[in-house]
């Protein structure tokens, strides 16, 4: 875990194999294919320019077809050479190493973003979904999928004295080391503080109890779950809740200068110089290098 006095910490994924363990090897074909289909509910037919928060290895990043390009921004470095690795050096794909609550990019950049599977990870959930905002063009979806404290496991567990927390209560709960589970009153007062109309919200994974995944065919519970998922406009009481809100905007948008911003202090970072293969800020003087086509800003 990195940490510093004026900075949330940051959960270490260096070096983790968390796609083949948790996912590949991990009996998650389920929840794998349920978020599949949530995600297709909730993208639009086409965009420009895609953030993807928290990419990882890039298990989703193929789902996202319609965008001409997809930037993965990832704090570990490891995560995004296994991407890399998975989907490619191309154009397409634009491989950023940088911190969510720092984000190295100019405002109003990108017409889309996603975090799934990442929000879990934020002490102060807040500040990163104000960075979100910030980088995104006025009415451009952000598609965000958080863990819901107020599960039906949760509060089963709750009232037969199973489970000390109450799921019912606003507060996030940490149940390991920066790892947390969230109200959805919460999340959805945090976007809207954050400058965010909620549009769409869809429950998923209804069915990850361990029993029932192995007793049932996963194209059953997949199916059950597809029909279920709508359900989240009215209540929400599965594990993980997918959003699709709109960034709202009142300043007026000039045609935004730049790409990259540096994180340290906010100044417009000049394209850099192909031999010397970083970029310098002009005010701060910090240095960025570009490590085997990955961006790396921490
Ligand atoms: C559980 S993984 C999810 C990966 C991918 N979204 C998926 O669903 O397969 C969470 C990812 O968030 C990244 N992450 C956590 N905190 C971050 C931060 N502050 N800034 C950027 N990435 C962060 C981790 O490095 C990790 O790769």
């Not at 934020?122 to 995104?136: E, G, I, S, Y």
């Not at 990850?208 to 359900?231: A, C, E, M, W, Y």
């Amino acid at each position: 875990m990195s940490t510093s006095p004026e900075k949330p910490p940051i959960i270490d994924y260096e070096g983790s194999d968390y796609q083949a363990s948790f996912w590949d090897e991990g009996d998650r074909e389920y929840e794998d294919h349920s978020e599949r289909i949530a995600l297709k509910r909730l993208l639009p037919d086409q965009g420009n320019l895609l953030l993807e928060i928290g990419a990882g290895a890039g298990r989703n990043t193929p789902r996202y077809r319609g965008f001409q390009r997809v930037v993965l921004l990832d704090y570990s470095l490891t995560q995004l050479q296994q991407a890399q690795e998975h989907l490619g050096r191309c154009e397409r794909f634009i491989y950023v190493a940088g911190d969510v609550y720092r984000l190295p990019f100019v405002k109003d950049l990108f017409d889309g973003a996603t975090m799934i599977r990442t929000l879990h990870h934020m002490k102060d959930p807040l500040a990163a979904l104000n960075q979100v905002q910030r980088v995104l063009i006025s009415k451009s979806p952000f598609i965000l999928e958080y863990a819901n404290k107020q599960n039906l496991k949760a509060i089963l567990r709750y009232m037969f004295g199973r489970q000390e927390w109450s799921p019912f209560s606003l507060e996030a709960v940490e149940f390991a080391d920066l790892n947390f589970d969230f109200h959805p009153k919460s999340i959805r007062k945090w976007l809207a503080e954050a400058g965010f109309e909620l549009e769409k919200q869809l429950t998923v994974s209804h069915f990850r109890i361990n029993l029932l995944k192995k007793g049932i065919p996963t194209q059953v519970l997949v199916f059950l779950d597809s029909i279920l998922q709508p359900t989240g406009s009215w209540w929400q009481l599965s594990p993980s809740v997918f959003t699709r809100s709109q960034a709202s905007k009142t300043h007026q948008v000039e045609e935004s200068a730049g790409f990259f911003q540096c994180p340290e202090c906010g100044e417009v970072l000049p394209e850099q110089e192909l031999e010397t293969n970083q970029f310098l800020c002009p005010t701060c003087s910090k240095t960025y290098p570009i490590v085997e086509g990955i961006y790396d800003f921490r």
